[in-house]
């Protein structure tokens, strides 16, 4: 049972989609975060959007990958870009630590530098958590709290056939870097690579000028990779998304670092995950405007595919144009880091 199947079977069934939409729930399980409005003020301008993630050593790091600094920094950064992914703007958070004897007081004060550098960074107020002690590895779980306008919030469940497919960024980096940092490489490869690892830029502009252009039709932040993030939005909008190969941005960085250590960088870019750009689906018609928006702020934006009728599927497109070949199309793998595979 993968990770998502585990929390359908922990959860379905456990509170009617009624009872939960009189205590302001809007948006539940099953999106980047929820979303929900205080049930007395329905008119209201705001809506909350609340996301949490936990990492834990051995797991999501180690002494070979991190500093307890960059541990501090990706694990409120991870959360940012939850809140980014819905258009939203991140707000306030809550910091969960247990701590194991290996990791005294300098270590987790050096972990919560990198964390406030992050807080700092978005404007995340951190109000609270808790802290208990751990038998033997650190796990670090941070709650954030986010804002956006009522009604407008960017969701999974709006692609439609006709829409395009688009990136905000290069994905494959943070994969390609944590293979390097896996490897002892640090120091021979590309510093690119490495910081896309350590020290994640999350999306928060590019979430709000998307959703401030009313055209994006769906939204979903590179957590699991670029393939698990784009059937999460084919099976939620019930439609087939096709990508082309040949259009997926690659960063130079990337595919020298694949060329010497022998690796396929396509396999980094659509299963590697960590990346935290923006994958989504906009309306035809304004994506060069889209486009040359996000860019004037300095915000990268690469067209990728086209949403079809069909599915819930995602194919690739390879082969075609500059190939000499007929294109061919392969349904990709549905699958990313799974915490339970």
Known sequence: MDEFASIGHWTAERQSVQWQKERGVVLGIGDDAAVVQLPDEPQQQWQWVLAVDTMVETIHFNDKTMSPSDIGYKALAANVSDVAAMGGVPMHALVSVSVPRAWGPDRMRSLYDGLYECADRYGVAVIGG??????????????????????????????KPGDVVFVTGPIG??????????????????????RAHR?????????????????????NDVSDGAAS?????????????????????????????????????????????????????????????????????????????????????????????????????????????????
């Open 130 to 159: 808790d802290t208990t002690s751990s038998p033997q590895h650190l796990v670090v779980a941070v709650t954030v709290v986010g804002r956006v306008e009522t009604g407008k919030a960017l969701q999974r469940s709006g692609a």
């Open 173 to 194: 980096q943070s994969a390609a870097g944590l293979h390097g940092l896996l490897d002892g490489q640090v120091s021979t490869m590309p510093e690119p690579l490495v």
């Open 199 to 219: 020290r994640p830029s999350p999306s928060v502009l590019a979430g709000r000028l998307l959703l401030q252009r009313g055209t994006c039709t769906s939204l």
């Open 229 to 341: 993030e784009a059937w999460e939005i084919a099976e939620a909008s019930g439609v087939c998304l096709v990508l082309h190969d040949r259009q997926l941005p690659r960063s130079g960085a990337l595919m020298s670092y694949a060329a010497d250590s022998g690796q396929d960088a396509l396999e980094w870019m659509l299963y590697g995950g960590e990346d935290y750009v923006l994958l989504g689906t906009i309306e035809a018609e304004d994506a060069e405007g889209a486009k040359a928006a996000l860019e004037a702020e300095g915000i990268p934006m690469f067209i990728i595919g086209e949403v079809e009728v069909g599915g819930p599927d995602v194919q690739l497109v390879t082969g075609g144009a500059g190939s000499f070949g007929l294109e061919r199309r392969r349904q990709l793998q549905k699958r990313g880091y799974n915490h339970f595979g």
